[in-house]
Nanobody
Framework: QVQLVEAGGGLVQAGGSLRLSCAAS????????MGWYRQAPGKQRELVAV???????RYVDSVKGRFTISGDNAKKTVYLQMNSLKPEDTAVYYC?????????WGQGTQVTVSS
């Protein structure tokens, strides 16, 4: 059974940094891409950043230049370095892994940025 375990969320002041990590356990084959989504209260879940198996990254415009995604398909881990955090970054952040057959989600980790 595949599980995605996230860590690294918390409370930080505006302008601060956090690093999220996500580690997958269990049998998982043919990872296409790994990414991070977030959902703020009353809003839809949105893609924050994604990294393909070939290392190509994509970010939502609001985090470009501030967030960096990295990953290791062999180790089934993905990270999100978040710098210059803003109150509008406050949300539950979810790890996401897509394989050829399935999509997996983590349980979510809360990130709160105070002004």
């Amino acid at each position: 059974q595949v599980q995605l375990v996230e860590a690294g969320g918390g409370l930080v002041q505006a302008g601060g940094s956090l690093r999220l990590s996500c580690a997958a356990s269990g049998r998982m084959f043919n990872i296409n891409d790994m990414g991070w989504y977030r959902q703020a209260p009353g809003k839809q879940r949105e893609l924050v950043a994604v990294i393909s198996s070939g290392g190509i990254t994509r970010y939502v415009d609001s985090v470009k230049g501030r967030f960096t995604i990295s990953g290791d398909n062999a180790k089934k881990t993905v990270y999100l370095q978040m710098n210059s955090l803003k109150p509008e970054d406050t949300a539950v952040y979810y790890c996401n892994v897509k394989t050829g057959a399935r999509v997996y989600w983590g349980q979510g980790t809360q990130v709160t940025v105070s002004s």
